[in-house]
């Protein structure tokens, strides 16, 4: 079966003066549904089908292969912005599990919901594949 989920991306403490944006598909853009100098956060949908043991995440924001969906942050050129930095950070899908799915598909005024650092250890944007995220389900 499958469901379109609320989904909330995080970013704390995001680099001053260079734009993050959610990759959607090969070329578009996701701005932020809100931003101030401590968040930025976005909120999209993704669809998953669950009729398989694992959940597949599919849609414009799913990127990757079927055991290994992520969803893209991009930073700096990779969002047209002029800047040094042209970096993407990889936010794991592949541990949301059934029973959050379920959750969030039955219990409206919810959503999966994660966050991360927006500076990296080089001082730069984060980038690559982002340790340690954590999915929760959330207040919309």
């Known amino acids: 079966m499958k469901h379109?989920?609320?989904?909330?991306i995080i970013v704390l403490r995001p680099l001053a003066g260079v734009s993050m944006l959610v990759q959607?598909?090969?070329d578009e853009l996701l701005p932020p549904s809100s931003k101030s100098a401590e968040q930025l956060v976005f909120d999209f949908e993704l669809t998953?089908?669950?009729?398989?043991s694992r959940p597949n995440f599919l849609g414009k924001y799913a990127q990757g292969p079927k055991d290994a969906r992520f969803v893209y942050v991009?930073?700096?050129?990779y969002?047209?912005?002029?800047?040094m930095y042209g970096r993407r950070a990889k936010i794991s899908?592949?541990?949301?599990?059934?029973?959050?799915?379920?959750?969030?598909?039955?219990?409206?005024?919810?959503?999966?919901?994660?966050?991360f650092e927006g500076i990296g250890?080089?001082?730069?944007?984060?980038?690559?594949?982002?340790?340690?995220i954590e999915w929760k389900v959330a207040k919309a």
């Open 4 to 8: 379109q989920i609320p989904v909330r």
């Open 24 to 26: 959607r598909g090969k």
């Open 48 to 52: 998953v089908d669950t009729t398989e």
């Open 74 to 77: 991009n930073s700096g050129t």
């Open 79 to 83: 969002v047209d912005q002029h800047s």
């Open 93 to 115: 899908l592949m541990n949301i599990t059934g029973e959050q799915i379920q959750t969030v598909v039955s219990k409206a005024g919810t959503v999966l919901q994660t966050e």
């Open 121 to 132: 250890r080089d001082g730069g944007p984060t980038c690559a594949s982002v340790k340690g």
